[in-house]
């Protein structure tokens, strides 16, 4: 596979935001990482459902493909299982399930690639992929060599791991090439979620199968989350903000209402899509973007929108959501490019209009 030159990122990115790369090359085999022209400015992707692409990428965009799972070894604990970088990750935990071999269930649907789970150690329905990470293998690129990053290794917390906190995940420092997942044979339910408990009830399902909740979370998420393929979307675009309990236990007192979550550390959770809706800004618009009108947390493009109308749009949210609470949300996407000089889309209200009901 040659190195492609003003390579089209549109889709390479579930956003859908214009770019293009200087260079482009799609890595097949990890032989391939070993020949790489030195000292070029790399940035890797994957399935690119975590990106913001804020313009033209000027270096070497390194598209992760590598292919390939299968069951590592088992013993009397555990499974353990490995898939290459670039395998889709809801099929590979929709394999693991079809081989017997629960664990990964609470996290299906969630978009993207192997590769990028441990990154930002991904996480849904109170189950985080770190938790199931044995080994994460990577090459350096700067020299050639492979390293093998066991569970501890990772540093995974909330939503974060060594090359997210390192920013590896975009230099090319580190190529995460496989993940190793060690699945416990005492397998147990997590239905602590109470949109899950709500929809086993709902199907009469007291002692559900791992099957089973796969099948109950990829319906509540098909109900809630738009699909990148037909609304395009990079999933969460805000992180949910875990403040001090004194702060959290104030701003309850003005508004009851607010969702909380404490943590293991002492300090609470609270929900993005709570503040930014009750900021007023579930299923508005400004020009092309918007909030999601079934879960105020994702941010859509409705079509044809470049990087300034998404920055427009991420700014006035975040500038509501600082003056209605008092705290600052950060963007969960990573941004690559160099922005581009172009206006935003034009518009005719800055203000934004109102919900729109369906997508
Ligand atoms: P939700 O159930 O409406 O809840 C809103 C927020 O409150 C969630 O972000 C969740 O935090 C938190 N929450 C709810 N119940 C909780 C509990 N029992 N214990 C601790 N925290 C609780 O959220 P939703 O939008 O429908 O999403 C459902 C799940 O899918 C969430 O876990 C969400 O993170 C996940 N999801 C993940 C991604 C991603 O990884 N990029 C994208 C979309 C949705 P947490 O987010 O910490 O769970």
């Known amino acids: 596979m040659p190195v492609l030159s003003n390579f089209s990122l549109l889709d390479l990115n579930t956003l859908r935001l214009p770019a293009r790369a200087a260079q482009y ?4 085999q990890t032989a391939q990482l070993l020949a790489l022209p030195p000292h070029q400015q790399r940035f890797i992707f994957g399935g690119g459902s975590n990106l913001v692409l804020l313009g033209d990428v000027d270096g070497l965009v390194l598209h992760v493909a590598l292919m390939g799972r299968r069951l590592v070894t088992e013993d009397a604990e555990a499974w353990y299982v490995e898939a290459s970088a670039g395998e889709n990750w809801h099929d590979f935990v929709l394999w693991t399930l ?7 269930e609470n996290l299906v649907l969630i978009p993207g690639t192997v590769g990028a789970t441990p990154v930002q ?10 938790e199931r990470i044995h080994q994460v293998r ?8 492979e390293r093998v990053f066991n569970q501890a290794d990772c540093q995974f917390v909330y939503r974060n791991s060594i090359w997210k906190r390192e920013g590896w995940h975009l230099t090319g420092k580190s190529l995460i090439t496989s993940v190793v997942f060690r699945l416990p044979k005492a397998w147990q339910a997590n239905c602590g979620y109470a949109d899950v408990a709500i929809e086993l009830a709902e199907r009469q399902i007291q002692s559900p199968t791992a099957q089973q909740i796969a099948e109950v979370i990829i319906a509540l998420r098909q109900r809630k989350l738009p699909d990148p393929a037909l609304l395009p979307n990079a999933g969460s675009f805000f992180e949910n903000p875990i403040v001090d309990a004194d702060f959290a236990q104030k701003l309850a007192l003005t508004h009851p209402d607010l969702p909380r979550y404490p943590q293991a550390d002492g300090r609470v959770k609270l929900a993005a899509g709570w503040l930014i809706e009750q900021a007023g800004w579930k299923g508005r618009q400004l020009g092309p973007v918007g909030m999601y009108e079934k879960q ?5 493009n409705r079509g044809g929108a470049c990087a300034q109308d998404l920055l427009a749009l991420m700014a ?11 705290l600052t949300l950060e963007p969960e996407p990573v941004f690559v490019g160099t922005p581009s000089p172009a206006k935003a889309t034009p518009f005719a209200n800055r203000m934004g209009t109102r919900p729109r009901q369906n997508s």
């Open 121 to 130: 150690n991904i996480g849904a329905y109170g189950l985080e992929a770190g």
């Open 98 to 104: 079809a081989q017997g071999w629960p664990g990964l």
């Open 138 to 145: 990577a090459i350096d690129l700067d020299s050639g060599t």
């Open 316 to 326: 006035a949210v975040r500038e509501d959501v600082a003056r209605g609470f008092g």
């Open 25 to 28: 090359l799609r890595i097949e």
């Open 296 to 300: 105020a947390l994702v941010l859509v």
